[in-house]
């Protein structure tokens, strides 16, 4: 399963600001226990290469794999052939949905092709900043949330001086 996080910009476009792969361990019950229940890869936008797996236990949250934790596949390093779709059709879902600046969307890659599951206005950024390795503040979301952030600022500002 992929996250992928799209964020409106002040013209009300949509922009992927950041990709996961997610493995989840509750969709396996066969492999042994982890700390995790989950592990996530930053995917590079521009080329769909996978960077290392983080794990979502605060135990174990500062360990990376660079090889999945139960087959001991490479991960680190593999590229997602069809990322270009997947981005694609979480941009396509935003547009439906603009009513909302940012969105995550668990997105599935299926035999009958890419498939959303759900979208997410309230997501784990703690988790994306892990496998990204980076404050979503120093990300390409924190331009495009600026001007949202500032507007939501500047309402409240006007109902508190109406008071």
């Not at 890659?109 to 120093?138: A, H, K, W």
Request: aromatic share 8%; charged share 25%; with cysteine.
């Amino acid at each position: 399963m992929f996250r992928v996080v799209t964020c409106l910009d002040r013209g009300g476009v949509p922009h992927v600001t950041h990709g996961l792969l997610r493995i989840m361990r509750r969709f396996e019950p066969r492999w042994p226990k982890f700390p995790e229940k989950e592990w996530g890869a930053a995917i590079d936008l521009e080329t769909g290469e996978l960077g290392s797996l983080a794990g979502d236990a605060p135990a174990t949250c500062m360990s990376r794999y660079p090889d999945h934790p139960v087959t001991g596949r490479s991960v680190e390093g593999f590229v997602i052939q069809r990322w270009r779709e997947i981005a694609d059709v979480a941009l396509r879902a935003h547009r439906v949905f603009a009513g909302r600046a940012i969105v995550g969307w668990d997105i599935a890659l299926t035999p009958d092709g890419v498939r959303v599951l759900e979208g997410n206005s309230n997501m784990d950024f703690n988790f994306i900043q892990r496998c990204y390795r980076t404050p979503v503040g120093r990300s390409p979301l924190a331009d495009l949330m600026a001007p949202c952030l500032d507007a939501a600022l500047a309402a409240e500002l006007r109902r508190f001086s109406a008071d």
